[in-house]
């Protein structure tokens, strides 16, 4: 069939040549000699040029029908071999898909362990963290209790210091009042031994001197009896002033020792 179509284009071209050359003749008239021919030659090249096409394209054409028909089985092979190959590859490739998911799985499974494992560790270390905090803030309280309890018994202490520091001045002023009487009881019985020696001589003087001298003797003895009982007075009152005197420098001492021990023990408190 394309081997007609140029025959019938050279011919159908032929066929009307006497026309065109009848045209041609008949415009020769109205146009010059140089258009003619230049239309002349670009139909001759048209022509020429789809010749020269059509057979180019009947060669082209065997050659590939021949080509085809030996590279047929190499095709077939090619494509066998190709999709050989594509299965490899797609088989490959979903098992690579397969495992690529089943490491995906064991980490997401794996991680997802490990946030348990965090969060229970957190919540672990939350909870001790809070029962520690609950623990030191009942120390602090415990700690603030006793500081008021210590702070009060300290003020307690010190008001008794400050008590015993006013019995032991009192105790002080006791204790030079009983020193001066017995003194003054000593320099008493003294007086009454050398008052008592005294009579005694001027008995003896009055005896020997006769019976006159007997009533002034008598008057000296009551005197003498008065001043003994003065004088035994004083000296009981002088006992007595220094029993007291022991018994509350006893007592002050006591109360000393025992405000001693609570302020050490306070003191060992506010350092703890």
């Known amino acids: 069939m394309q081997t007609q179509a140029p025959e019938r284009r050279t011919q159908h071209g032929r066929g009307r040549r006497p026309d065109s050359g009848q045209d041609r003749a008949e415009q020769r008239g109205k146009q010059p000699r140089a258009a003619g021919s230049c239309a002349r030659r670009s139909e001759q090249e048209t022509a020429r040029w789809a010749e020269t096409v059509v057979t180019r394209q009947q060669r082209?054409?065997?050659?590939?029908?021949?080509?085809?028909?030996?590279?047929?089985?190499?095709?077939?092979?090619?494509?066998?071999?190709s999709r050989g190959d594509a299965g490899g590859r797609s088989r490959r490739a979903?098992?690579?898909?397969?495992?690529?998911?089943?490491?995906?799985?064991?980490?997401?499974?794996?991680?997802?362990?490990?946030?348990?494992?965090?969060?229970?560790?957190?919540?672990?270390?939350?909870?001790?963290?809070?029962?520690e905090?609950?623990?030191?803030?009942?120390?602090?309280?415990?700690?603030?209790?006793?500081?008021?309890?210590?702070?009060?018994?300290?003020t307690d202490q010190e008001e008794a210091l400050e008590e015993s520091e006013r019995r032991m001045m009192e105790l002080q002023r006791e204790r030079e009042k009983a020193e001066v009487n017995r003194r003054q009881a000593n320099e008493m019985k003294y007086l009454t031994e050398r008052e008592e020696t005294s009579r005694r001589e001027k008995e003896e003087r009055e005896a020997e001197g006769g019976g006159e001298r007997k009533e002034g003797g008598e008057e000296t003895l009551i005197m003498c009896q008065l001043s003994n009982q003065?004088?035994?007075?004083?000296e009981s009152n002088v006992e007595a002033a220094l029993a007291v005197e022991r018994s509350v420098q006893q007592e002050a001492q006591c109360s000393m020792e025992l405000l001693r021990e609570r302020s050490d023990a306070t003191e060992r408190a506010l350092q703890w």
């Open 60 to 81: 082209h054409h065997e050659t590939g029908r021949g080509g085809g028909e030996e590279e047929e089985p190499e095709r077939g092979r090619r494509r066998s071999r």
């Open 94 to 131: 979903a098992s690579e898909g397969v495992k690529q998911s089943e490491r995906l799985r064991w980490r997401l499974h794996q991680l997802e362990k490990e946030r348990l494992e965090l969060t229970s560790n957190h919540n672990q270390e939350l909870c001790r963290l809070q029962a």
């Open 133 to 154: 905090l609950t623990r030191l803030r009942a120390s602090v309280e415990r700690g603030e209790a006793q500081r008021v309890e210590l702070q009060y018994q300290l």
């Open 230 to 234: 003065r004088v035994k007075c004083l």
